[in-house]
């Protein structure tokens, strides 16, 4: 008899443990819609697949093999566009050390002459507040590092 209860036991365990794996590998719930004030869902969020209508709006504006740079975080405003075929270029007087976001289509170098320091950027790359980060200090913008 305690066999049988044992085995019950561990067959009863392994089976809240498989429901509990079962859980955690479904995929999430999507995310409801907002509830009220407490709501942390971003009102910058659309319904094409929950992308942020700001990011939406940078991959518009930048054509494809292009880097745009914008003065204005979550790119706002008229971006200034680069192309690697333009070879090294001084960033423009407005956005000499302010560039606060920028959207990647195709890979570049990111110059900061004094001190030196330089970063890669690919294709896919972008920021929306960049100005917390390197914008602050890019002087230039290069096919390579």
Request: charged share 25%; with cysteine.
């Amino acid at each position: 008899m305690r066999e049988k209860t044992r085995g019950a036991r561990l067959a009863a365990a392994a089976g809240a443990i498989a429901v509990a794996m079962a859980a955690f590998a479904a995929p999430a719930p999507a995310e409801a819609a907002p509830s009220g004030a407490g709501s942390q869902r971003s009102a910058a969020r659309q319904s094409e697949g929950g992308r942020p209508a700001a990011l939406r709006r940078a991959a518009e504006q930048c054509g494809a093999g292009e880097i745009c740079f914008w003065r204005d975080r979550d790119f706002a405003g008229v971006p200034w566009r680069w192309m690697p075929s333009n070879g090294y270029r001084d960033m423009p007087a407005n956005l000499h050390d302010h560039v606060y976001s920028f959207y990647a289509n195709a890979p570049g170098c990111f110059i900061d002459w004094d001190p030196l320091e330089r970063r890669g950027v690919n294709s896919g790359d972008y920021a929306k507040a960049y100005d917390t980060n390197f914008g602050r200090r890019i002087d230039a913008v290069a096919p390579n590092c």
